[in-house]
């Protein structure tokens, strides 16, 4: 016996299983991450072979069984085919589907980054903003959906919100000129104004306008940089498609 549901998402990953199946992570609206199985799917004239293709968003009808969950039908709502037509959306893509991957978890409401992701796909195909700034808002964003924000609101020692012009990545934000001189964090550094507004743009502003502005070349390299060793600091995971995007890049 098998109950059927219907939940609403974008296929992450696809991994192949045995023969003929293969095996998808989707981000799901309703229930979070999920594992599901498709057989049959390998096969090209299989009613399931186009659901079960990396980057298809759209409803999954699934059936839960009581070792696992296998996908039954599907209703494509987008193929993204801006991004499988162009080798650096393939790249950069990949890289935010494995980051969703892996900051995500089974049963959980993750709606957050599911919607992070479809707004992230969608920038892409503008081509309003490059896509080395989209790649560090995206993990920046991703990051304070997890639970790992960077702190640029106050200070981190005395709660202070002005005057903040330092920053720590193992601390895990900024701290005001006030208590600067008292601290002895090996890695505090000196802080941009003008990246400390980048930060809390980013923070704060509403999903739908994320990617809505452009930088500087010096104020993007620092901004670059800060989320850079932030993910360093607390991401303790190698992403393959990261690799493979820093070669590529």
């Known amino acids: 016996m098998s109950d059927?549901?219907?939940?609403?998402?974008?296929?992450?990953?696809?991994?192949p299983v045995g023969e003929n199946d293969r095996r998808l992570t989707i981000l799901t609206k309703e229930r979070g991450k999920m594992q599901v199985f498709a057989r049959g799917s390998r096969k090209v004239n299989n009613s399931l072979h186009a659901a079960a293709q990396p980057l298809v968003a759209g409803e999954f009808q699934v059936a839960d069984t009581r070792n696992y969950v296998y996908?039954?039908?599907?209703?494509?709502?987008?193929?993204?085919?801006?991004?499988?037509?162009?080798?650096?959306?393939?790249?950069?893509?990949?890289?935010?589907?494995?980051?969703?991957?892996?900051?995500?978890?089974?049963?959980?409401?993750?709606?957050?980054?599911?919607?992070?992701?479809?707004?992230?796909?969608?920038a892409m195909k503008k081509k309003l903003v490059g896509l080395p700034l989209i790649?560090?808002?995206?993990?920046?964003?991703?990051?304070?959906?997890?639970?790992?924000?960077?702190?640029?609101?106050?200070?981190?020692?005395?709660?202070?919100?002005?005057?903040?012009?330092?920053?720590?990545?193992r601390a895990g934000g900024v701290f005001c000129d006030h208590c600067k001189p008292r601290l002895t964090l090996p890695d505090l550094r000196d802080l941009e104004t003008s990246v400390l507004y980048v930060l809390r743009?980013?923070?704060s502003v509403p999903l739908t306008r994320l990617y809505s502005f452009d930088l500087t070349e010096p104020v993007f390299t620092e901004f670059a940089w800060i989320v850079k060793?932030?993910?360093?600091?607390?991401?303790?995971?190698?992403?393959?498609?990261?690799?493979?995007?820093?070669?590529?890049?």
């Open 229 to 249: 060793r932030f993910m360093e600091e607390h991401v303790p995971h190698k992403f393959r498609s990261e690799a493979m995007l820093n070669d590529f890049s």
């Open 71 to 122: 996908l039954n039908s599907a209703e494509i709502r987008d193929y993204y085919p801006h991004i499988k037509e162009d080798l650096d959306l393939i790249y950069y893509s990949t890289y935010f589907a494995e980051l969703a991957e892996y900051f995500t978890m089974e049963g959980q409401d993750e709606r957050n980054i599911l919607n992070l992701l479809s707004v992230t796909f969608s």
């Open 135 to 169: 790649r560090r808002i995206f993990e920046c964003k991703i990051l304070q959906f997890s639970g790992m924000g960077i702190e640029c609101f106050r200070c981190l020692s005395c709660g202070r919100e002005e005057d903040l012009h330092s920053i720590s990545f």
């Open 201 to 203: 743009y980013v923070m």
């Open 4 to 15: 059927l549901s219907t939940v609403t998402g974008i296929v992450l990953t696809v991994y």
